[in-house]
C-alpha cells in the first residue's frame, strides 16, 4: 500500500470510528428493507450524509440516517441510493421516488426531494411524475450554476471535508476555511457561488467521504491548475490548525498528498 493509500485509510478508519450526529427526528424502522441485488459502483455520490423518511413498496414508514456512496438505476430507469443505514448498521437500497423528505442533522427539512437529489447528486427527475424523464439528455434543463460549480469543486470539498472529520466532528470554524478555499476556487475557474452560499455549506457539512470517493477526487486534481493544488494545500494546513492542534494523521495526509500530486504532475 502507497503512504497516500495509508494515511487515506488511516483518516478514513477514524472517520468511519466517529459518531454520527443525533438523528434530527425520532428514527422509525420497519420489519424489512430493500437490499441492493447488484455490486455497488462509485455512481454520481460521493459519502453524503443525511436522514431520510422513506415509504417502502408496502407503504411501511421508515425515518433513519443514511450515507449514500452509490447511485443505481433499477429497471425502470428510476435512481436508486446505495447508501449505509446507521440504525441498521448495514447496505439498504432507497429508490429515489419513495423518499417523502429528507433532514440535515442540524434540522434542516427538504420536502422537495427532486430539487434537493438534484442539487446534491445531479440527480434529474420530473417532480410532477416523481419519476426519471425518459431522456434526460433532451429533457433535462440545463445545469444550473451551481451544479457546474459543485462538479468542478467535488475533489476540493472532499478533501478538506475527510480532514475536519478525522478528529470525529466538523466545526463550524473548518466548515468556514472549507467555504472560502471553495468560493476562491469556484472564482478561479469561472464559477460564481455567490448566490448559493447555503448550498455550499450544506453541501460540505453532509459529506463522508470514501477512500474510493477521495482517490478519486486526487485524480481529479492531478489534472487542475498548479496554483489550485497549491492554494488547496494552504487551505488544508490552515483547517487541520485552527483547532490549535495539529493531528499526526492529519498532518501525514497533507504530506502524502502534497507528494502525490508532485509526482503526478512530473508523471
Known amino acids: 500500500m502507497s503512504g497516500l493509500n495509508a494515511a487515506i485509510e488511516a483518516i478514513q478508519q477514524r472517520n468511519s470510528a466517529a459518531p454520527l450526529p443525533s438523528a434530527p427526528r425520532a428514527v422509525l424502522l420497519g420489519k424489512t428493507d430493500d437490499v441492493p441485488e447488484a455490486p455497488t459502483g462509485t455512481g454520481r455520490a460521493e459519502g453524503q450524509s443525511f436522514m431520510i423518511e422513506y415509504r417502502s413498496e408496502t407503504g411501511e414508514a421508515t425515518a433513519r440516517r443514511i450515507t449514500v456512496f452509490s447511485i443505481q438505476e433499477d429497471t425502470n430507469g428510476i435512481p436508486v441510493l446505495i447508501a449505509r443505514c446507521h440504525e441498521r ?28 437529489l438534484n442539487e446534491t447528486f ?47 466532528t466538523m466545526s463550524k470554524a473548518e466548515v468556514n476555511v472549507a467555504v472560502c478555499h471553495c468560493n476562491h476556487i469556484a472564482g478561479s475557474g469561472g464559477f460564481s457561488t455567490a448566490a448559493d452560499q447555503d448550498k455550499l455549506i450544506s453541501y460540505i457539512k453532509r459529506l463522508r467521504p470514501t477512500p474510493a470517493t477521495l482517490q478519486k477526487s486526487i485524480e481529479q486534481l492531478s ?26 494523521a492529519e498532518v501525514e495526509l497533507v504530506n502524502q498528498l502534497s507528494q502525490e500530486l508532485a509526482r503526478m504532475d512530473m508523471a
Not at 141 to 160: C, G, K, N, T, V
Not at 228 to 240: G, K
Open 223 to 248: 489534472e487542475a491548475p498548479p496554483h489550485e493544488i497549491t492554494e488547496l494545500l494552504i487551505s488544508a494546513v490552515e483547517l487541520i490548525d485552527i483547532d490549535g492542534d495539529r493531528d499526526p
Open 89 to 116: 448498521n448495514a447496505e439498504r437500497a432507497f429508490r429515489a421516488d419513495r423518499v417523502k423528505c429528507c433532514i440535515d442533522y442540524d434540522g434542516e427539512v427538504h420536502e422537495n426531494v427532486p430539487e434537493f
Open 122 to 168: 445531479g440527480i434529474t427527475l420530473d417532480p410532477a411524475k416523481f419519476i426519471v424523464t425518459e431522456d434526460p439528455v433532451s429533457m433535462a434543463p440545463a445545469p444550473s450554476d451551481w451544479e457546474l460549480a459543485r462538479s468542478y469543486l467535488r475533489p476540493h470539498a472532499e478533501i478538506l471535508a475527510a480532514l475536519s472529520l478525522s478528529d470525529g
